[in-house]
């Protein structure tokens, strides 16, 4: 998929949910809900900065699907509010 088709997906999203990567970037930039979860890379320097629209989840283990998901479900709670 090229990066512009990635973007067209992710703009007609409600919640995107990624590892860090571009995808979570354009979710930033596209001001799309997003739930990124980081393994070992800084996720102070490469989280998005905007802690109401996205969250950040450090599992480098693949162990928190739990945490991911619940984190999911608030930002969709949050957005059917507004």
Do not use: K
Request: hydrophobic residues 45%.
């Amino acid at each position: 998929v090229s990066i512009g088709a990635m973007a067209a997906l992710i703009a007609g999203a409600s919640l995107l949910v990624c590892n860090d990567t571009a995808a979570s970037h354009l979710a930033d930039a596209l001001r799309v809900p997003s739930v990124v979860v980081f393994g070992h890379s800084d996720m102070g320097r490469w989280r998005p900065r905007d802690s109401l629209r996205h969250r950040s989840v450090r599992d480098p283990d693949g162990q928190q699907a739990s945490l991911v998901l619940g984190e999911a479900r608030d930002l969709l709670r949050v957005a059917a509010r507004h």
